[in-house]
């Protein structure tokens, strides 16, 4: 349930009906757009509630309709949030591309990757230390190692980091390492994890489940905010639909309709959508024509090689080609790419 405060309301105003909800042990939201306050509180009103505080000074109306996940929806705080990650702002003006292989290799590898996707504008390097893979028998990551190597390459290219946690006992040992945890679209709602890095600080990006929908995406998304940990990106990555000419189906719908329900960032991930490196470009502009903060892509710098994902990583002059590309469809939504400062 939501209050919405009149223009004109009082300071005094405000803190009494955030007083009334607190002390009826209500858990209270307040969120501001413009001139416009929104006071709300966490899980279910009880039948009268609404009128009880649609009837005190300066409240304007009372809605509940608002979502169970009150802490990441709009309804609750109308401004768009800006996660600081790592240096880098995702939610503001400007797209983040966060680009990278799908897993650290060697610290050669990692490191010849860094300088170039750098060099071509992304601002976050990606590289997976701990990967879910379908089969048990396929790589399976370098483990501490690569998240070593990934830390060692960003830095050297300047770039912060994020990688993939897939089990709440490594949320720490991840966490240590680098700038932003990803949690894959299979540990989606896995509820120990999405805790776990929600009583930890470090910012968390996550991806929607290949089985979600929106409402289960916003659900999951809540757990780590309501574990105590605000800053969290959301992210697009494709759905599985009878469609098979494509690995998944991305729903570019999801991000006009995640940017309406949630104030939280949106990043889509168009490499594990597509599955083919002839098709990333095509969708990395749909997703910033659609409204997209950033975008996740898996780069390579001999893909033949790569030991997962190769068939949908981009080369590096193919990232190079794609960025330029980029800044054209971001200008004419009256967006920019965030490039970094060549060193
Ligand atoms: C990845 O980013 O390499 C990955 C495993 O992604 P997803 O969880 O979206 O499949
Ligand atoms: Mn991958």
């Given at each position: 349930?939501?209050a ?122 990606r ?7 379908t ?19 960003g ?8 990688s ?88 570019v ?29 095509a969708?990395?502009r749909a ?12 780069v ?44």
């Open positions: 349930m939501i919405i405060l009149h223009r004109q309301c009082t300071l005094q105003q405000k803190s009494e009906v955030v007083r009334r909800l607190e002390s009826e042990g209500y858990r209270v939201t307040v969120g501001a757009y413009a001139d416009e306050t929104v006071v709300g509180i966490v899980g279910d009103a009880p039948p009268g509630l609404a009128e009880r505080l649609g009837a005190m000074p300066g409240v304007r109306e009372t809605r509940d309709d608002a979502p169970a996940y009150a802490l990441v929806s709009r309804a609750h705080h109308p401004e768009t949030t800006r996660v600081r990650a790592g240096g880098v702002t995702f939610g503001g003006e400007e797209i983040i591309v966060i680009a990278g292989p799908c897993s650290v290799e060697s610290q050669a590898q990692i490191r010849t990757i860094a300088t170039s996707v750098a060099s071509a504008g992304a601002r976050m390097l590289g997976g230390a701990f990967k879910p893979r089969s048990p028998y396929g790589f399976q990551g370098l483990g501490e190692d690569g998240l070593r190597f990934l830390a060692e390459a830095s050297g290219a300047g770039l912060p980091t994020i993939e946690v897939v089990g709440a006992e490594d949320v720490e040992l991840v966490a240590r390492h680098v700038d932003v945890l990803q949690i894959g679209a299979r540990n989606m709602q896995n509820f120990r994890l999405l805790a776990a890095c929600g009583r930890q600080g470090k910012p968390v990006l996550l991806k929607r489940g290949h089985m979600a929908t929106i409402d289960e995406f916003l659900n999951a998304a809540e757990y780590v905010v309501a574990h105590g940990n605000p800053r969290v990106i959301l992210c697009e990555r494709g759905i599985r639909t009878f469609e098979t000419a494509t690995r998944n189906t991305l729903d719908s999801a991000v006009p309709v995640l940017r309406e329900r949630s104030h939280l960032p949106v990043v889509v991930d168009p490499s594990h959508a597509a599955g083919r490196r002839e098709w990333v470009e969708l990395a997703a910033v024509a659609a409204g997209a903060d950033g975008l996740l892509v898996e390579h710098d001999d893909p033949s090689r790569a030991k997962s994902d190769g068939r949908q990583s981009l080369t590096t002059e193919g990232f190079d080609s794609m960025m330029r590309g980029l800044a054209r469809i971001a200008a004419a939504i009256d967006r920019g790419i965030d490039r970094r400062e060549p060193a």
